[in-house]
């Protein structure tokens, strides 16, 4: 049973980088789909905000182009998040997911001095 | 970006009604494949959200036939029928033909 498992801190200072790692077990990520990171917004909202494939390439919202960076340690079977330069309305709850499919259960970072 | 519309943004059932929820995007959501990649899923309180539905009307393992999917285009509707406590929460539908993917709004499902 393929489950996916984030971690992080919990709290990032403005102007800092938000780094988050997905460890995930009972699938091996190099064997097929993407593995995306999702965030939820305080209220309902969703936002996509980039995957990295099986092959390793990358997507990211374009909303976001500029400061994410999406990367993997195959050896660990792991895939990251880096998000650059984070302000207050970064504060969310992040889900590492395999496609839309299998998601994490989440890890709330807040922004905040 | 494409926008999806969901509503109703709140929603009373009584347990054993029945719920529909619309989702409109801002575009046909058909993709070049032929393909419609709208997925339906359900946020339950203290979770992650879990998927329901995918491209349209296939219920994802191990999701009741309570729950379908249907429409095309631009226009799609979530059915739960026979509603139980274990379906509150909120419910999202999420585009994958264009990119970026994207989330309706939410509807949240509360007992009468």
């Known amino acids: 049973e393929i489950q996916l498992q984030e971690s992080g801190p919990g709290l990032v200072k403005p102007s800092q980088s938000l780094s988050l790692t997905c460890s995930v077990t009972g699938y091996t990520i190099t064997s097929g789909y993407d593995w995306s990171w999702i965030r939820k917004f305080p209220g309902n909202k969703m936002e996509w905000m980039g995957y990295?494939?099986?092959?390793?390439?990358?997507n990211y919202n374009p909303s976001l182009k500029s400061r994410i960076s999406i990367t993997r340690d195959t050896s660990k079977n792991q895939f990251f998040l880096q998000l650059n330069s984070v302000t207050t309305e970064d504060t969310a709850t992040y889900y590492c997911?395999?496609?839309?499919?299998?998601w994490g259960q989440g890890v709330m970072v807040t922004v905040s001095s | 970006d494409v926008v999806l519309t969901q509503t109703p943004v709140s929603l009373l059932i009584s347990l054993g009604g029945q719920a529909s929820i619309s989702c409109r995007s801002s575009?046909?959501?058909?993709?070049?494949?032929?393909?419609?990649?709208l997925h339906w899923y359900l946020q339950k309180p203290g979770q992650s959200p879990q998927l329901l539905i995918y491209q349209v009307s296939n219920r994802f393992s191990g999701i009741p036939d309570r729950f379908s999917g249907s429409g095309s285009g631009t226009d799609f509707t979530l059915k739960i029928s026979r509603v139980e406590p274990e379906d509150l929460g909120v419910y999202y539908c999420?585009?994958?033909?264009?990119?970026?993917?994207?989330f309706g709004g939410g509807t949240k499902l509360e007992l009468k």
């Open positions: 990295i494939s099986y092959s390793g390439s990358t």
């Open positions: 999420l585009q994958r033909t264009h990119n970026p993917p994207t």
């Open positions: 575009q046909s959501l058909v993709h070049s494949n032929g393909n419609t990649y």
């Open positions: 997911a395999r496609s839309a499919s299998y």
